[in-house]
Nanobody, 121 residues
Framework: VQLQASGGGLVQAGGSLRLSCAAS????????MAWYRQAPGKGREFVAA????????STADSVKGRFTISRVNAKSTMYLQMNSLKPEDTAVYYC???????????????WGQGTQVTVSS
């Protein structure tokens, strides 16, 4: 499975961005997908996850109420709508996928290359 994240950029605080993660290759093996982020000098942080049907989602407390995860399986694409962005949301955002359906997900075997999100104050 190959994952391609896109949609990052520079935005002012309070603004919005929508990230996309397009899957290719053995997409039949994809079940749960997720977004993680890594800020400069910090470890990778879980942001949100979504199961295959979209009926189950999980969102980190730090972004709850501001970020929404979704997916369109017919397009093999996952999204992250980010609203009310804050400077502390600045990070490289990575998408991830796993063929395992266990919820909540424990780990991910496929990772995208990341897209930079920069929020200015």
């Amino acid at each position: 499975v190959q994952l391609q994240a896109s949609g990052g950029g520079l935005v002012q605080a309070g603004g919005s961005l929508r990230l996309s993660c397009a899957a290719s290759g053995s997409i039949f093996s994809i079940n749960t997908m997720a977004w993680y982020r890594q800020a400069p000098g910090k470890g990778r942080e879980f942001v949100a996850a979504i199961n295959w049907s979209g009926a189950a989602t999980s969102t980190a407390d730090s972004v709850k109420g501001r970020f929404t995860i979704s997916r369109v399986n017919a397009k093999s694409t996952m999204y992250l709508q980010m609203n009310s962005l804050k400077p502390e949301d600045t990070a490289v955002y990575y998408c991830a996928a796993t063929p395992i359906s266990t919820w909540p997900p424990k780990s991910f075997s496929s990772w995208g290359q990341g897209t930079q999100v920069t929020v200015s104050s």
